[in-house]
């Protein structure tokens, strides 16, 4: 355990950089759970990040799951009018006014940072708005927007800054919008949206376009999106695209983007075989992953080890950094970048630092969810993985089927379920369901059968 505050002459026993939800969690029961001085500094809100843009509540409440999500429920409407006509309600098709829509995004995230800043101040944190830059293993200094500069002594520092969306690096790439702009888009073009990437986010914002009234493109240079996932899962996400009217361009690489005009582009990209194509279309959204967010805050000069290629923090099991007084957590380590692993990620390190006791976060069996339409959800071992991973044999079962929903809506999507259990053990050792929010098996309808495979 370390000292307190006031003790080998410093003013804090932790000072955070980045207010995010990690950041926020370690800070917050660092000072209500064990009674540290604490400070945390963060950049001043914004919905689009910049190196002078932040705000309390970090990338998932500001510009990434919350307002996506919220999203989400608006696109999904439009299925609901439709689906609705098959169940004897007349055909209605109201207009979507997207400019309200993000407008009342906006009030609802901007409550939500204000509720991220009551959390720290209840907690007893001390908040500070600037940008924070590590000088040595001890001291952080602070540069607010007004050109003052203040400087924090502290017997610890934790950087939890998060991550970036990044673009590819092809000619006109000034011209594509991130998941940021994305986010705060309140008027789509008259013609296509390109959607460049084939994780999470470009799945997600594809469906929430689409839903929304606007053409899209979905460009990815794998055969098929979501890479991480089980292949089967991946077969099922990509044909409920194209299903949904999603135009699904795979293995295909964008070499360049021109601009045309106001609000018109041309996208050039190479298919599979080298075939050089162009797309035009009224907007470019790169969701071509992100970054860790370590650029100018000291860390190099501090002696905090960055990887290489990433350049995210490097840190032992118990989140430690190459400098035993500086600690990270969260997107910026680059270990699993969710939410709330996050959250479990600053819960362990204020045990390590302050409870007398090492805890390393437990990464074993997340759970985690993409929004498309339909929404896919994933825990434990893929079927690669288990037969990597697992002595003995494994039982698959698999049930792919239209849901008794869609029997009288008219929508083609398909359910995909997917259950893995270790023979040896009886255990479930991986669940993939991809459907509806009522994805069961009692909604298969009569006469549907479950595979199953044994390896």
């Known amino acids: ?20 939800s990690g950041g926020v969690r370690a800070s917050r029961l660092a000072a209500s759970k064990y009674g540290r001085k604490v400070a945390v500094i963060e950049l001043p809100f914004g919905f689009v990040s910049d190196d002078s843009t932040g705000g309390a509540g970090g990338t998932c409440v500001i510009r990434g799951c919350v307002p996506k999500k919220l999203l989400v429920y608006a696109s999904e409407f439009a299925d609901g009018f439709r689906a609705a006509q098959g169940f004897g309600w007349g055909a209605a098709s109201p207009p979507v006014d997207i400019k309200q829509l993000i407008a009342r995004k906006g009030k609802e995230i901007q409550r939500l940072n204000g509720v991220y800043t009551s959390i720290l101040k209840n907690a007893g944190v001390e908040q500070i708005e600037g940008r924070g830059v590590v000088l040595d293993p001890h001291t952080v200094e602070v540069r607010a927007a007004d050109g003052s500069v203040r400087r924090l002594r502290t ?18 790439k000034e011209h594509a919008i991130t998941s940021d702009e994305a986010l705060v888009l309140d008027e789509y073009p ?37 890479r991480a996932f089980d292949d089967e899962c991946r077969s099922a996400v990509a044909e409920n695209l194209e299903l949904r009217g999603i135009h699904v ?18 996208l050039h990209y190479r298919d599979g075989s080298g075939q050089e194509h162009t797309l035009r279309c009224g907007k470019v959204m790169m969701a071509t992953g992100r970054r860790a967010n370590t650029r100018g805050i000291g860390l190099e000069d501090a002696g905090v080890e960055l990887a290489p290629k990433s350049q995210a923090i490097v840190v032992d099991e118990f989140s430690r950094t190459s400098v035993p007084s500086i600690w990270a957590i969260g997107d910026v380590t680059d270990r699993v970048a969710l939410t709330p692993v996050a959250l479990m990620e600053g819960r362990a390190l204020v045990e390590t630092l302050f409870g007398g006791r090492d805890v390393a976060p437990d990464y074993a069996n997340i759970a985690s969810a993409v929004f498309a339409q339909p929404p896919l959800a994933t825990v434990g071992l893929s079927e690669k993985e288990a037969q990597e991973k697992l002595s003995g044999e494994v039982d698959v079962y698999v049930s792919k089927f239209r849901p008794m929903k869609n029997t009288l809506s008219g929508a083609e999507e398909k359910t995909f379920m997917k ?13 993939v369901p991809h459907g509806g929010t009522r994805c069961r098996r009692d909604h298969a309808g009569p006469g549907h059968r479950t595979q199953v495979r044994r390896h």
């Open 1 to 20: 355990m370390s000292d307190h505050a006031g003790e080998d002459g410093f003013e804090y026993d932790l000072v955070t950089i980045g207010a995010g």
């Open 155 to 172: 017997a610890n520092i934790l950087v939890a800054t998060g991550g970036r969306a990044v673009k590819i690096p092809v000619e006109g």
């Open 249 to 266: 361009h795979s293995e295909c690489n964008p070499t360049s983007i021109e601009k045309e005009g106001e609000g018109r582009y041309v």
């Open 190 to 226: 008259d013609t296509s949206i390109a959607v460049i990437g084939g994780g999470y986010i470009a799945v997600e914002f594809a469906g929430i376009f689409k839903g929304l009234g606007a053409d899209v493109h979905l460009m990815y240079r794998a055969p098929l999106p979501l």
């Open 419 to 431: 259950m893995l259990v270790h023979v040896e053990s009886d255990k479930v050792c991986g669940r």
